[in-house]
């Protein structure tokens, strides 16, 4: 593809006489676009964010117990950890 400027679309730009955007135009553009902190808007994003947090948790115990020996390693480590409570008694 060739980096020259097409002669006919610099043509087409020059006859659609349109005037740029001016600044008040950009300006409300972009009031619009910042998003709007409301009581709304949080009472629905806690509860999101609450179940979001709780699946990633779910998720990650139960990912490594779809392993091949996860019940023999779930076993080790609850006798390893009943043998060091007894140990401190």
């Known amino acids: 593809m060739s980096d020259d400027l097409d002669p006919l679309l610099l043509r087409a730009f020059a ?3 349109r005037p740029l955007p001016d600044a008040e135009f950009v300006a409300r553009v972009v009031a619009q676009l910042r998003p709007r902190a ?3 808007g949080m009472a629905w ?3 999101a964010a ?3 947090v709780i699946r990633a948790l779910a998720t990650g ?3 490594p117990l779809r392993l091949h020996y996860a019940g ?3 076993l080790a480590a ?3 950890t009943v043998w060091s409570l007894l140990a401190a008694v």
């Open 72 to 74: 023999l390693v779930a």
């Open 15 to 17: 006859q659609s006489e």
């Open 38 to 40: 409301s009581l709304a």
């Open 45 to 47: 994003a806690l509860p």
């Open 61 to 63: 115990v139960a990912a």
């Open 78 to 80: 609850t006798l390893v």
């Open 50 to 52: 609450m179940a979001v």
